[in-house]
């Protein structure tokens, strides 16, 4: 089977966890953490990095951080993980959910018209026409590993003239990008969250961080994750237990060694699909971009009049290659409806017969033409408009 995007750890990485299991530093204290911290924040160039047992978690504290009560909104995208939305919901949060662009990302024109038509700023915070509550956020999410236009964002939240907080959900977009520039993804928000999980680009099996310069919401996330604890058997406030453990440190400070091997390998399957699929006016790649702005799931829509997802998906399975549909919009789902929407009428349009393709770094050039040939026979096959 062709897998979608099966983790690969080195050797080396495997000969490394031997001696730490052997140590005994196996629980959330030990030299690695603070190490891999150190290594964080130097790859995203950000003064402060708290690791975390997961990108969840990291979410969590960087709402908790920001929020002063019950009654705030943050404005976030209509289409992730779940684990974005929940961060949000966790504390108490309303999300106003905001359409997507043909790249699935949020869309900066409606992010644009929605700050300048619905909302209102008084006292240097900015409200909801609609609700009259606080919106404190703007959460953005590098979806399926490609970047957006961050200083596009800035700009626009600069002109509200409100203080809005700018965080990132940069769980699936390790060393990416921002669209058009140099910079490394989760570098330039106020908070910018990561994810290590089993399908990452890099992974310690479950892992995550919070990054940011802001000294006040470092202290506190850093506090939070470790349980609000003082001193020993001291504790002075609701904790949590969101700190990563050394053994997963370790696994992860022995796999970044890899990460820009691994980026020009993506580069490299991204640009080999597109070759593919170039003179093929029925399949779109969606989150191609020259630049390497893009690093995790590489999708497609396939253009086409009738809904194709499942088909094409049980066809590829057939051909023993695993491919998998879009996250189903949150405006889509039962528990997320009654929370405002902005101009995401065709959202689900948007999404409609888009798949994500196998995406590993280890993928063979043979492997990709084999995707490649059996979508663009399955679209010569089956679909007639
Ligand atoms: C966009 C996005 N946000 C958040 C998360 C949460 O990360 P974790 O699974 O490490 O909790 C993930 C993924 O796993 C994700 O893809």
Sequence with gaps: MIKLHPPKLSNKTIKNVNKVLRSNWLSTSGKNISRLEVKLSKIHNVKYCCATINGTSALDLAIKSIKTDDNEEIITTGLSWISTVNALLYNNISPIFLNVSKDLNLNLDDLEKFIQNETYVKNKTLFNKKTNKKIIAVL???LYGKTLDIHRIKKIIKASKAKVYLIEDAAESLGAKYSGTKKTAGSLADISCLSFNANKIITSSCGGALLTNDTKIYK???????QCKKKNFYNDGVGYNYKITNL???????????LNKKIKKKKNII????????????VKLLNYDKDGTNNWLINVKIVSKKKITKKIISYLEKNNIEARPIFIPFTELKYLKKYQKYRTKNLKNIVENCISLPSGTELKTKEIKKVSNSIINFVNEKIKN
């Design 140 to 142: 953005f999410v590098n």
């Design 220 to 226: 506190f996330s850093s506090h939070k994750a470790n």
């Design 248 to 258: 997963n440190a370790t696994i992860l400070l022995s796999e970044l060694q890899y």
């Design 271 to 282: 640009e080999k699909y597109s070759t593919f699929f170039k003179k093929n006016e029925k």
